[in-house]
Nanobody, 116 residues
Framework: QVQLVESGGGLVQTGGSLRLSCTVS??????????MGWYRQTPGKQRELVAA???????RYGDFVRGRFTISRDRSKKTMYLQMNSLEPDDTAVYYC????????WGQGTQVTLSS
């Protein structure tokens, strides 16, 4: 079984920063072969890729990120992070972490809300 738990969301002012965390509970080293990532979703829209990192530490970002976010992981802690800087109102969404290892595993999501 694989469980992903996000944390770190909240209310932040435009221009501010947040760091999201995703802790993975699993009996094996999923980071050794899974593609880990962050998606986000707003009401009425499909989930969109925010950032992803492969087992080989290759990263990919959504076009809207424009250098503002950084994905990272700590394999020893089984935790993945998303550092978000220069946040904008359009970044308001529920953020989900995911692990793709043959099967796609998802967390329950954490709300990020921007205030002007």
């Amino acid at each position: 079984q694989v469980q992903l738990v996000e944390s770190g969301g909240g209310l932040v002012q435009t221009g501010g920063s947040l760091r999201l965390s995703c802790t993975v509970s699993t009996s094996y080293d999923i980071f050794a072969f899974a593609v880990m990532g962050w998606y986000r979703q707003t009401p009425g829209k499909q989930r969109e890729l925010v950032a992803a990192v492969t087992a080989g530490r290759e990263t990919r970002y959504g076009d809207f990120v424009r250098g503002r976010f950084t994905i990272s992981r700590d394999r020893s802690k089984k935790t993945m992070y998303l550092q978000m800087n220069s946040l904008e109102p359009d970044d308001t969404a529920v953020y989900y972490c995911t692990a793709r290892a043959g099967v796609n595993y998802w967390g329950q999501g954490t709300q990020v809300t921007l205030s002007s």
